[in-house]
């Protein structure tokens, strides 16, 4: 895949990572950055991450043949409705947000002829924000989930696929809906749980903190306005998922109160055997 | 501090290394490992992480002026107990169990006179076990708590905490039962939630789980049996610690369930700003 010009919407963390990763690849000719933060676009410029910054959305997308919206999902619908009619004929546009049926739901139909919207979500990332965090081989051999509905163009699926595998990740195409609902359990439940953990602790109690509750807390420093619009976006799945979670610490929490420590053994192999089969 | 003879009693991840750290740093003329498994004190002796091996406890622990009991928690007391009677006069017996107040309460009368017991958590390790995982700098930087109760003899506890410290560990006293309440929450706690996260991963979503699930859950690889002990020792705060969890979570639940999204945002920035406070 050899892009004429890519455009990147918002160079934090994952927009300065396909940059990096798009010229280190010669994936793509040339790449602007855009964005609202003159600073971070200055960064990912100085980084190598785009070779142009605008602060200018619709100037950016529309000399884009491929543009990659990498701003929180709240602002992504907006975004790409805003610019998508004087994009060029045959402009692919996708995005890198951590949910998709709202996303996809609220752009494909809306769109210009000419002009086609693919949900995507790499699988890569970290708590860390910003373009300094970037790095050239961050999808190398990740996950990207990319959606398709009744209503995607199969020409610009498959552009789409090119594109994250251009960046060294593998994809998997899933409907909107069942990227959301798996999403909730492995990503956006966890998140919730490690800011709960980390809610509670009490001051008196963080130099008794080690690797365990550091890295089960870990995500938890993540965004709080980013992770809120996602929990907004995502919010009947997350429910659903938090209420089987719910369940099942009571389930734990009846071993105890009982002493029944022959079923929390159970409880705790059964968790093991799934922890061991993700690997590191 | 030089010990004549240290004896190690568990050669897994802390036993192996506590004796590849002494070792290094000359804090013991001698190293005795002893345990059940044959094989694994072997490749104890291999890695250099003890001088000798012994099955039999009772040979090792007489000839220690120092002996560090290192198996599960709910294994400390019987042998402590079985083997201190023909100690050598002035031996300082030590643990390095998750848990403190069954542990201490359990052998701190009970002892023959001069030979002394203080209880030590080292909080380091990992959900990995044996002595292949042993780490000659496990401690360096880490804290080390040591008990102190009623019967603690002074000479005993300062040696105790001279010995973590020559390991390259800081200590801090506390009372058996202000460790196991505040490990209930830094520790225990984050262990069930780990478990139950991924007790209800459906298999089909395995693949798609990133750093931040695998952050979250990685404890949960930890010995299901070594954790069922030690949830026994220290059921009580455990309890507390899981409702008071139970109810932060509830309030989350809350906010999505009103949609009340600034409520959310406050949350999820109290979590950030205690996990910003831990460090990496």
């Given amino acids: 895949m050899r892009i004429q010009t890519l455009t990147i919407v918002g160079v934090g963390l994952i927009g300065g990572s396909i940059g990096l990763a798009a010229k280190r690849r010669g994936v793509a000719e040339r790449v602007i950055g855009a964005g609202r933060n003159s600073a971070s676009l200055e960064r990912a410029r100085a980084l190598g991450a785009v070779d142009e910054a605008l602060l200018d959305l619709s100037t950016a997308v529309h000399q884009a043949d491929v543009a990659v919206f990498c701003t929180p999902v709240d602002r992504v619908v907006e975004q790409v409705l805003g610019t998508a009619s004087g994009c060029k004929a045959g402009a692919l546009l996708t995005d890198a947000g951590s949910t998709k049926e709202q996303i996809v739901r609220g752009i494909e139909t809306r769109l210009p002829r ?34 398709r509905t009744a209503q995607t163009d199969p020409t610009a699926l498959e552009r789409t ?89 009571a389930g734990f929490r009846k071993t105890l109160e009982a002493g029944d420590w022959t079923s929390l053994q159970n409880l705790l192999s059964h968790a093991k055997k799934v922890r061991d089969a993700l690997g590191n």
């Fill in 114 to 147: 000419g002009v086609a919207f693919v949900g995507s979500h790499p699988l890569a990332g970290s708590e860390k924000r910003g373009p300094e965090h970037a790095d050239a081989d961050l999808f190398q051999g990740r996950l990207t989930i990319i959606t």
């Fill in 161 to 249: 696929a090119g594109f994250w595998q251009a960046l060294g990740s593998h994809v998997r195409i899933m409907s909107p809906q069942e990227h959301d609902w798996t999403l909730a359990l492995t990503s956006h439940l966890p998140h919730l749980v490690a800011a709960a953990l980390a809610d509670i602790l009490p001051t008196e109690a963080y130099p008794l903190t080690a690797t365990g509750f550091r890295d089960t807390t870990r995500v938890a420093a993540g965004d709080p306005a980013l992770w809120t619009a996602i929990f907004g976006h995502n919010r009947h799945a997350v429910l659903s998922a938090l209420v089987r979670f719910e369940e099942k610490l």
